[in-house]
């Protein structure tokens, strides 16, 4: 959200792709190329690349973003990174996790949830070229509709425990902040 309603605000320390292979890291729905782990070691390891492409981002953050946004990226950072040691350091978290992604190794399912995260994409490229004043609202609105996409398609195609655990997952991750950024877009009624 940040980085798509001002573009230009990252400094030359790292360009936009490689800021994005950083994230690209994070995420098994939007990189086709991270397995869909099936045992504990997977998990480990698919925790492992998260952790260092959170890292990648997080020192990028410190070190060029300038202002109220490096703050606010900074918090960003820290609640994804607290995020990932609660989910991976803990064996029957990551047994939870494990459980509910199983579901995502089928591709009929996973492929229509990831759909979604390549939808939010494209429409946050589109979001950092509007006009300055629309920017915030598009990228919130593209933000609340990944995670109703994501969610009502893991409900139906997974199952309703599925969808209420990501739906917490991401909550725990990114509800604070979407409010805080997104405040005066809360919903995509708005």
């Not at 001002?6 to 994070?26: M, R, V």
């Not at 086709?32 to 492409?53: F, Q």
């Not at 994501?150 to 209420?164: F, P, Q, R, Y």
Request: net charge negative; glycine share 6%.
């Amino acid at each position: 959200v940040i980085a798509a309603v001002l573009p230009g605000f990252w400094c030359a320390c790292k360009t936009i792709e490689e800021l994005d292979q950083c994230a690209y890291e994070i995420s098994f729905l939007a990189n086709r190329n991270i397995k869909v782990p099936t045992n504990d070691g997977e998990v480990v390891g698919m925790c492992d690349n998260a952790k260092k492409g959170l890292k990648c981002l997080a020192d990028h953050a410190r070190e060029c973003a300038k202002g109220a946004l490096k703050s606010i990226t900074i918090k960003v950072m820290n609640d994804l990174e607290n995020h990932l040691h609660s989910r991976c350091d803990n064996s029957a978290e990551r047994a939870e996790f494990l459980k509910h992604v199983g579901c995502f190794t089928d591709s009929s399912k996973a492929d229509p949830i990831r759909l979604c995260a390549d939808k939010h994409m494209v429409m946050m490229e589109k979001v950092s070229s509007y006009p300055k004043p629309l920017r915030l609202g598009g990228a919130c609105c593209s933000s609340h509709a990944l995670r109703e996409c994501a969610i009502n398609h893991i409900t139906n195609l997974c199952s309703g425990e599925s969808g209420d655990y990501f739906n917490d997952m991401i909550s725990d991750i990114a509800e604070e902040n979407i409010e805080l950024v997104c405040k005066e877009y809360s919903s995509l009624d708005k």
